[in-house]
């Protein structure tokens, strides 16, 4: 509040601002920002400017995300993953504001909550541009579009497609089977990769080509008294997180029935089930690789 009443001659102003963020999860980010909001024009030639330093999280809903893979051609960019198509989201966070000013004055809260949305579209190359609205105060609010860079984090990060796809709606290429990989005698080395079943889009059918696998994997493990069976089950990227966890759970315990069908003890076995995974990348083909429980033979520990 001035000594002197004033009045507002000019309300808005060029600003500026600068972010560090990270997405931590597929529906979740946190951003640091340091704004500059400009000047306010006031009566009697004086000014009044706002800086503000900020946290805030930012929401993006579900229901539209969906995560490809950007493979790249050398070991640093192998298998990374940007944000790619368009996505809206929700802000909410705390900040601190300071002023200066030619006129004297009382600021009533120098810490504030903000609140916001807007919209994100991104590249596969990282780029990406933000258009939102921010209020930060009763007297303070900014509206504008920024220019973002997302840096590849390998498969912690996540895409967005701006065409959503659910892996229980959309039926692949038909895929080719690999032949199954016939078990090497326990004494040549520790570990076996004996081979992957793989599974129809939203299934956990053991289909017939994989029996001979799972067959073999059995004889190999009544052989070896020194070894048990690893068994990693997961789903494709597409559709919801929880309902692709539980999916990959169910193909684990198919592939675990089928096992005990053959004599196997549960305890002989230690399975995961994983989930999502972006190993082999988007399209119909890395989608139906990506739908699998992977087999080793492995010491006992």
Same mark, same amino acid.
């Given at each position: ?41 006031? &009566? ?6 706002? %800086?503000?330093?900020?946290?805030? +999280? ?5 229901? %539209? *995300? ?64 933000? $258009? ?9 609010? #900014? ?5 973002? #860079? ?11 497609? &701006? ?9 692949? !290429?038909?895929? %080719? !089977? ?31 080509? #994989? ?45 675990? %029935? ?7 003890? $549960?305890?002989?076995?230690?399975? =995961? ?15 139906? !690789?990506? *739908? *699998? +429980? ?5 010491? =006992?520990?």
């Amino acid at each position: 509040v001035s000594n002197a009443p004033v009045t507002i001659t000019d309300p808005t102003d060029v600003t500026s601002m600068i972010t560090l963020g990270l997405d931590f999860s597929r529906s979740w980010a946190a951003n640091v920002t340091l704004s500059d909001l400009g000047e306010v024009g006031l &009566s009697g030639n004086n000014a009044i400017s706002y %800086q503000i330093g900020s946290a805030s +999280v930012l929401w993006y809903p579900d229901w %539209q *995300r969906n995560r490809l893979s950007q493979t790249g051609t050398d070991a640093a960019t192998k298998n990374t993953t940007v944000y790619q198509g368009l996505q809206p989201f929700a802000r909410l966070g705390v900040g601190r504001m300071s002023n200066d000013a030619s006129i004297n004055f009382e600021r009533a809260n120098d810490t504030h909550v903000l609140f916001g949305g807007g919209l994100d579209y991104g590249w596969s190359n990282g780029l990406a541009v933000r $258009a939102e609205v921010i209020s930060y105060d009763i007297d303070a609010h #900014y509206a504008g579009v920024s220019l973002l #860079y997302r840096i590849p984090v390998g498969h912690s990060g996540y895409h967005r497609s &701006s065409t959503p796809v659910n892996e229980a709606k959309t039926e692949p !290429a038909p895929e %080719q !089977a690999p032949e199954p990989v016939a078990p090497v005698a326990p004494k040549s080395m520790p570990v076996f990769e004996l081979g992957d079943v793989l599974f129809a889009t939203s299934d956990n059918a053991i289909a017939p080509e #994989y029996r001979a696998l799972l067959v073999q994997a059995a004889e190999a493990l009544k052989q070896s008294q020194t070894h048990r069976l690893l068994l990693d089950a997961f789903a494709d990227i597409r559709g919801a997180e929880a309902a692709n966890l539980a999916l990959s759970q169910r193909r684990l315990q198919a592939v675990v %029935q089928f096992l005990a069908d053959q004599g196997i003890d $549960a305890a002989q076995i230690h399975g =995961r089930a994983l989930g999502e995974t972006v190993r082999f990348g988007a399209g119909p083909e890395r989608y139906a !690789a990506n *739908r *699998r +429980v992977t087999v080793e033979l492995a010491p =006992r520990h």
